[in-house]
């Protein structure tokens, strides 16, 4: 996500469905940064603080980082690097790719003795 986008999706998206208070929990990605950006698109009948999980501590208080997102991510991969080995004419980062990747992962993960 660019800061660009962050602001854009602050203003139009988080702001306007906040209630009186909030308190934003991000990551540590560096476009989180830049809080003074955010603040002057705040409405100031809102109360807003935003809380960073610090670094490399994902495992713990991101759990779907470290099994379910990381067993898909190997499974993309696999589906990647099998594309580009075999230099077969597909856009493996093309949104719908993405999306028949994805199903094809989690097809995989159902059946009985998967070793993905």
């Known amino acids: ?5 962050y602001l854009e999706w602050s ?9 009186e208070r909030c308190i934003f929990l991000a990551d540590s990605w560096k476009t989180f940064i830049d809080q003074d950006s955010v603040i002057e698109l705040e409405p100031k009948e809102l109360q807003y603080e935003m809380l960073t999980i610090p670094p ?12 379910c997102f990381r067993m898909y991510k190997g499974c993309f991969k696999k589906i990647s ?3 580009f080995l075999h230099d ?14 994805t199903l094809c992962c989690i097809n995989s993960f159902s059946r009985p003795g998967s070793k993905i």
């Open 56 to 67: 490399k501590v994902t495992g713990q208080s991101q759990p779907l980082d470290v099994l």
């Open 81 to 83: 690097d099998f594309v």
């Open 11 to 19: 203003g139009k998206v988080l702001f306007p469905h906040m209630e």
């Open 1 to 5: 996500m660019t800061k660009k986008l």
């Open 88 to 101: 077969l004419p597909v856009q493996v980062h093309n949104r719908d790719v993405v999306g028949d990747c």
